[in-house]
């Protein structure tokens, strides 16, 4: 038996699943056809790929990397099934289109307008939106996982195209009636927050390793006291009292009232992030994709580029990543 579509579904399922029985009633396949279909793989690439125990199945080293290829593969023929298969007329748009807004401004700011547009343009194409900050949102358009994504980067990764959407600026966010240096154009020095109680996302974000890199540059040590990623989450805990953070002008509630949060902006340095939208360099778009992508860079331009939004600066002339 050679390799096939068949047999990487049945290796990929037996992974996900963590074992030989389980996959078998998923793939609704006796256990001895789908042992034959991993020994046929595993002596087609010559290794060893599952290791089997006790308490199931788990990929040895070159199990994992065959693993990361068949997903790939089977996502492209499952993308390539659907688009065909639901192109029922010349220029007729459907199908599945998966975008990623793991930044928090276009998590807030963009999720519904783009579901209001594409149902209102192409009611046929069923979109998801991911606004997960634990994953690598990157990684996932790079490997065909995700047609697109709304990232943190400010300098070039490998496999993508990035277009620079905007930059942003980051805000100091305390509770309500905290004591803060007077200052009369409400701007707060990065060494005055080393004495505050830090709600900052995890070490994984972007926005983290931004924070961290300004407070080494001057030689401060900030006091965290918890790791959070959800801008829901922090805004409830700083309305609690239990700390401050620093967040995009987007979540902070610059506007906020006269009873909301304390909100400064950071300067000595200031803090700035770079948001950009990102596509595969490598893959083809399909036909759905295209249009939402389209849609999506159409809403980045009029919700930003009239300076709606305090601290965030769009791009003079943005180049598009080509779909």
Do not use: W
Not at 143 to 163: E, F, H, S, W
């Amino acid at each position: 038996m050679t390799v096939n579509f068949k047999t990487l579904k049945s290796f990929v399922t037996a992974v996900d699943a963590r074992s030989l029985s389980a996959a078998a009633q998923q793939l609704g396949v006796a256990q001895s056809a789908l042992s034959q279909h991993i020994a046929s793989l595993e002596e087609h690439f010559r290794h060893k790929l599952l290791s089997r125990s006790n308490a199931g199945v788990t990929p040895t080293r070159p199990g994992t990397a065959l693993y990361r290829h068949a997903q790939l593969i089977l996502s492209h023929l499952a993308q390539a099934e659907g688009e065909l298969m639901s192109r029922s007329d010349e220029g007729f748009i459907a199908g599945p289109v998966s975008v990623g807004l793991a930044t928090y401004s276009t998590a807030s700011i963009l999720s519904t307008p783009l579901l209001q547009a594409v149902r209102r343009e192409y009611p046929n194409v069923s979109l998801f939106i991911n606004d997960s900050f634990g994953l690598v949102l990157s990684e996932m358009v790079m490997t065909g996982r995700m047609d697109m994504a709304v990232i943190y980067a400010a300098n070039p990764i490998k496999g993508l195209q990035l277009r620079p959407l905007l930059t942003e600026e980051l805000f100091f966010v305390a509770p309500a009636g905290t004591a803060l240096p007077p200052s009369e154009d409400q701007t707060i020095p990065l060494r005055a927050l080393a004495g505050f109680d830090l709600l900052l996302p995890s070490r994984m974000h972007f926005l983290r390793r931004i924070i961290d890199d300004e407070f080494a540059r001057i030689g401060v040590a900030p006091r965290i006291t918890a790791e959070i990623e959800s801008a829901a989450t922090l805004r409830q805990a700083i309305d609690a009292g239990l700390g401050a953070t620093i967040l995009p002008a987007a979540v902070a509630g610059v506007s906020s009232a006269v009873d909301g949060p304390v909100v400064r902006r950071i300067v000595e340095p200031g803090m700035q992030a770079t948001i950009s939208l990102c596509v595969t360099d490598h893959l083809p778009m399909s036909d759905q994709a295209s249009a939402v992508l389209a849609i999506l860079r159409g809403q980045v331009d009029e919700l930003f580029a009239e300076a709606r939004f305090a601290g965030i600066r769009v791009p003079d002339a943005p180049g598009p990543p080509s779909a």
